[in-house]
């Protein structure tokens, strides 16, 4: 589940899945090791749904001005 919200959010954003490791894990290779089986900590989960959330505000929040 939460892989699929990081696909979706990569697919979306545009991001390529090594700088979003970097930004929410300093790990360029979280979403491959992810993609092999890696579970996150239940830590990083909350760190990588809040970076999503927070992201997709921002995103929401600068197309709503750019309309205006």
């Given amino acids: ?3 699929l919200q990081i696909e979706n959010f ?7 899945w ?3 490791g970097r930004i929410v894990a300093h ?3 979280l979403v ?3 993609r092999n089986g890696r579970q ?4 990083l989960t909350r760190r990588i749904i809040a ?9 929401a929040t ?3 001005t750019h309309a205006l």
């Fill in 1 to 3: 589940m939460l892989l």
């Fill in 18 to 20: 090594t700088r979003f």
């Fill in 10 to 16: 990569l697919l979306q954003s545009g991001m390529s």
């Fill in 32 to 34: 491959g090791d992810m």
């Fill in 51 to 59: 970076f999503i959330t927070t992201h997709h505000q921002n995103t």
């Fill in 62 to 64: 600068t197309e709503t």
């Fill in 27 to 29: 790990d360029p290779r």
């Fill in 40 to 43: 996150p900590r239940p830590a």
